[in-house]
């Protein structure tokens, strides 16, 4: 019996799908304006986790991820510049080739840490024309106003407005000052902005009668229900979307498709904590995979780090217990290359391991399951209970090690065997250098060279 807890209902709930063994689950993706850092890849490992747990339940788990690539703007209370229209300036490329590069890094990052592939992954440029649409039922239903920036939801016509978050509509009225412009309220949200100049934007379009662009929540509304359904089961994303992002995407859906609950368990991860806030590019203050990799740390020590906490606890990043966490996932390898066992599954082990994930994704106490299992001398059938459990883990418990060398010093070792080719042999001895000052030893061969760890 598989639980989890709702954020919607506040509680540890019973799974039960609307229909079936199937499960619609949707998980609110990257904006792809610069780097997704390791505190956005936290809340991926988490779904994915998610989605693995499920499919040992025995669901058919379809998962969808969304591309924001325009729209969500630099601050939530729709105000700020459009995050890639600022990369469009800073880079000067063209607002497809920006989305395209860091969607690409994106996915490779995704991939070096076991995610698996979603089944889908919608564009919100490629959904504007849905987008349009649902704004108009919400304005033909008379949920609408408009100002002189945009078409906005009035959140006074909803009842129940807020209740994901359990929002003291009361309080915020009172309290917090927000810059209000001409909103009603202050929980209004924009569903579509309007231009402040005809043609200074690289991503416009033509509709209600002005240039404009689409608001940041409508496209998870649209793209999650045009593939899964008006209703479905699962919505993930970080706990920083619970207030704003997806109080606003279940008001608009709700109104729109006029079916409560639109999504029947929302499941929400908690931060990763940096330099004692979150993690987050604002700040300034992040951390990429590829910096890891470039100190030395696999993608998957990062994984076995993340699960070593539940998702719900909030997260304190350092590089010391990163290398704890790599240290203690090196032995678990090593004593498990040693095991030799072709017995069949240790039910006992299994049950526990089972019992934990299913107590909402306990992954920290199934790793301890594990490690018992690993180090009791007298249990049998340990291979196939651990590939059983590695099936939700995502750790390559059973890989073979090959010979492990960072992309980034790979790519060093590359451009000193191009200097060398050209015989700048300057250039050569500083690039070793650097490979050195990064912990790497490099030795010519006849055919090119040799990398090894100090
Ligand atoms: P963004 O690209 O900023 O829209 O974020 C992508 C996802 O990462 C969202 O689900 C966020 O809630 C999540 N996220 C952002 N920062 C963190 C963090 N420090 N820890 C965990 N999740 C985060
Ligand atoms: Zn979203």
Redesign the pocket.
Known sequence: MLKLYNTLTRKKEVFKPIKDKKVGMY??????Y?Y??I??????VFADILKRVLQYNGYKVKHVINV?DVG?LTSDDDTGEDKMEKAVKREKKTAKEIADFYFKKFKEDLKKLNFTEPDKWPKATEHIKDMIDMVQTLIDKGFTYETSDGIYFDTSKLKDYGKLANLNLKKLKAGKRIDMKEKRNKTDFALWKFSEEKGKRQQEWEAFGRTGFPGWHIECSVMSSKYLGEQFDIH??????ISVHHTNEIAQSETAFGKKPWVKYWL???????NKG????SKGDILTLEKLEEEGFKPLDYRYFLLNAHYRKQ?DFSTEALRNAKNSYERLKNIIAEIKDDKKINEKYLKRFEEAINDDLNTPNALSVLWELVRDKKSEGKIKTIEKMDGVLGLDLLKKEKKYIPEAIEKLAEERLEARTNKDWDKADKLREEINSKGYIIEDTKKGYKIKKE
């Open positions: 998980s609110c993706g990257p904006t792809v610069w997704q850092h505190g956005n890849m936290r809340s991926y924001t969500h993930t994303g970080g706990e920083d979307h929400h991860c908690s931060w990763l904590l940096f979150k993690m987050s590019k997260l």
